[in-house]
């Protein structure tokens, strides 16, 4: 881009062209071979609550993203767009290698809908992972926390707090490593107030904080709750408050309830095996009173000794929605590559290595050290007795 179209959290996008077929019908959902700017529209991933994400291929640089765009239905919601734009402008502002990275963000020409390019996650999220493979072992909750935490914590230390971190929020790259996404309800301790004020409740029932659920301020603390419902989920197969009887409404409180007074519940009633310090520290995650919660950098830190010490390995995920038609072998390699289900495990994040790898590399430097060790004694043992 040109210009940084987050500079001052006021100038306009700039305007992309739009080329080839036109939009493919009147909810506005772009249509393959459509023409955002310079990235080519291949197919439609997603749709989310406020718009679509599709997989389109950047022609000046020949890699494939994830376009994002409002959808047509709230684009006189001055609210739901701004909040749009707030993700976009967030996610600018960091960089993390377990944030998702934004690459462009514009207008499509000839509309007022705004949109933005970011990296491609063909690894699916680990939403995906939990129905694939139902409720995950401790080492990878581990592996899967300690890398959100960071990322997280990053964010607040830019002021950002998520406020909707969840299963399907915590994506996976293609190497395996975990990208918190969607920042659409993200709060700035420095701006954006009007959007939600005291008193107003956002977020997701499942995993929201106390102090959320009962429109307070919040800080970074809040995130750590919902991080922590987050793993209970992942390690049980099901988040840890759930209403099964009422309307959707009745439901919703009754939800919204427990996390203000219900006992955090114990995950080793519903799965076997649940590490201990695991289990300890995920109630500490979401203990009601945010005084005794540990803070983001801190859970970080246990979460990846933790992983360390459980040998967590964070698997692919199978992305069959990134296939396509067409002829490009750039995404047919990466449906491939999400095929594999036992990858080599690559983290950019805190949990930089394989403990399994980096344990058999030890094991070969000392073997390796262990003969040379003994050639040298046979050499010295024949100049001693010449």
């Known amino acids: 881009m040109s210009q940084d179209p987050f500079a001052d959290g006021k100038q306009p996008f700039k305007e992309a062209p739009t080329q080839g077929v036109p939009l493919a019908s009147p909810a506005g959902i772009l249509a393959p071979g459509q023409r955002v700017g310079r990235y080519r529209i291949e197919k439609l991933l997603g749709l989310g609550s406020m718009g679509e994400v599709f997989l389109a ?26 909040r749009f734009l707030r993700e976009a402008r967030a996610l600018a502002k960091l960089t993390h290698p377990n944030l998702i990275t934004v690459f462009e963000a514009g207008v499509i020409a000839g509309t007022d809908r705004p949109y933005f390019a970011m990296e491609l996650l063909e690894g699916g999220d680990t939403q995906r992972l939990l129905d694939e493979r139902g409720p995950l072992d401790s080492g990878i909750v581990a592996t899967i926390g300690a890398q959100a935490a960071a990322a997280l914590s990053e964010a607040a230390k830019a002021g950002i707090i998520h406020r909707d971190v969840k299963p399907s929020n915590l994506g996976i790259s293609g190497r395996g490593a975990v990208k918190v996404t ?194 040298l004694a046979v050499v010295a043992s024949f100049f001693l007795l010449r």
């Open 182 to 375: 969607d920042f659409s309800l993200a709060k700035s301790y420095a701006a954006d107030k009007s959007l939600t004020g005291k008193g107003m409740v956002v977020g997701t029932a499942d995993y929201i904080a106390p102090e959320q659920a009962r429109g307070e301020e919040v800080d970074e603390r809040a995130d750590v709750y919902s991080l922590g419902c987050t793993l209970f989920h992942l390690l049980t197969g099901k988040p840890p408050f759930r209403c099964k009887q009422g309307t959707e409404v009745q439901k919703y409180v009754e939800v919204m309830r427990a996390h203000l007074t219900a006992p955090i519940p114990d995950p080793r009633e519903f799965v076997a095996g649940v590490d201990d310090d695991l289990r300890v520290f995920i109630e500490r995650m979401m203990d009601k009173n945010v005084e005794r919660r540990p803070t983001l950098d801190e859970s970080a830190i246990a979460l990846a000794q933790m992983a360390v010490r459980l040998e967590g390995d964070l698997p692919r995920v199978t992305r069959a929605a990134i296939r396509s038609a067409t002829s490009d072998n750039t995404i047919v390699a990466l449906a491939q590559m999400g095929e594999r289900t036992q990858p080599p495990h690559t983290n950019p994040g805190l949990v930089a290595y394989s403990p399994r790898h980096s344990t058999k590399r030890l094991l070969a430097f000392v073997g390796l050290g262990l003969v040379v060790g003994a050639a």
């Open 57 to 82: 291929i950047d022609d000046q640089l020949g890699r494939n993203t994830a376009l994002k765009t409002l959808g047509s239905k709230h684009l006189n919601n001055a609210t739901v767009k701004e």
